[in-house]
């Protein structure tokens, strides 16, 4: 905490959105069903309000997103965080400026990522110029047995782990809908994505995209019971991710479906393998969205981080340090 910038010397909206995203996210945490989850989460509000990290508007922002009923669980919270809860409810019903939505930006080129700001940035198509690939250390060497051997740029018809020869109807803005969310049915946090429910209406609409091989891998017959069962999964996104280092858009275009994907595998019994694998294949990821200049979008950041932060939490070993860095790369970077 003591590493991280000062609200009042956020001077961009960008910078102010990313500090009341994190309030909104640790504020969220406080309803976790989660003894622990919830104790860090009230010491991590504290810290950040002390050191003036965070500001109270962002916090009653944040809290201002929860239902009801877990408006007032977090009340005491809030209380002892020096924010009243009278005050709380009393600004709730008033209109006050927030910090500004950033615009969600998707790959782009290195050119454009250094455009002034206010200019256009469009979404990535197949036909957007990219920059010149660049090998990264950080990306997970593809494993050769899963998805098939790949070279890079090649299309569908190649054995692109997410792209099928039938492509089908379902776009990122179409899944993005609130029809489509709303038939979906997705479990908002603090409610986990486990058990075959989740899983299989994410099949269902992922499947359309997907080689009938990468279907078989990503969704395993017998389910998602322990995270073990999601190294293969992990392996063939592996392999995604390094060709999309090499011109491709398949990652972005189905970021939203991988964000589900990674919640799920997170939210199944622990394992020690299958952690190493989750946390490996996100460090390749986030480390990709930063080369790009992508920021992720609100459905992406809703999906994901919440659980993120919750696993991270009440992580041990070398894996504490390795949670540590995938939020430092969230809240630093700007993803």
């Known amino acids: 905490v003591d590493s991280l910038t000062k609200a009042g010397s956020l001077q961009s909206s960008k ?36 050191n003036g990290v965070l500001t109270s508007r962002s916090i009653r922002g944040g809290a201002k997103k929860l239902l009801p009923a877990q408006q007032r669980a977090v009340d005491g ?28 930006r998707s790959a782009v080129s290195r050119s454009s990522a250094r455009a002034p700001a206010g200019s256009s940035i469009r979404k990535p198509t197949s036909s957007l110029s990219r920059p010149p690939s ?28 997410l792209l099928s020869d039938n492509h089908g109807q379902s776009t990122k803005d179409m899944r993005s809908s609130s029809l489509a969310r709303k038939r979906e049915n997705w479990p908002d946090y603090p409610e986990e994505p486990s058990g075959d429910a989740s899983l299989s209406s994410l099949k269902k ?12 891998i990503l969704f395993p017959k017998k389910g998602m019971q ?15 991710i390094v060709l999309a280092v090499e011109e491709d858009t398949a990652v972005f275009d189905q970021l939203d479906l991988i964000c589900k994907w990674v919640a799920c595998s997170l939210c199944s019994r622990e394992n020690t393998v299958g ?11 986030f480390g990709h969205l930063k080369c790009e200049s992508y920021r992720l979008s609100d459905m992406e950041a809703t999906v994901l981080l919440p659980i993120l932060l919750e696993k991270a939490s009440a992580s041990k070993g070398r894996f504490r340090k390795m949670f540590q860095d995938l939020l430092s790369m969230v809240v630093d970077d700007g993803l």
């Open 15 to 50: 910078a102010q959105a990313q500090e009341a995203q994190l309030a909104a996210l640790a504020v969220a945490c406080l309803t976790s069903s989660k003894s622990e989850t919830r104790a860090e989460a009230e010491k991590l509000l504290k810290a950040c309000t002390e």
């Open 205 to 216: 609409t992922w499947s359309q995209l997907l080689p009938s091989s990468s279907v078989d």
């Open 134 to 161: 660049r090998p990264s250390s950080k990306l997970s060497q593809p494993d050769a047995n899963v998805g098939g051997s790949l070279s890079p740029g090649k299309a569908a018809s190649s054995g692109h782990p």
């Open 77 to 104: 919270v809030i209380a002892g965080l020096g924010l009243g809860a009278d005050e709380f409810h009393e600004k709730e019903n008033r209109s006050s400026p927030t910090a500004k939505s950033p615009q969600r």
């Open 226 to 240: 322990k995270q073990d069962e999601a190294v293969p999964g992990c392996s063939l996104l592996s392999q995604a």
């Open 275 to 285: 952690l190493q694998a989750i946390l490996t294949l996100l460090l390749d990821l």
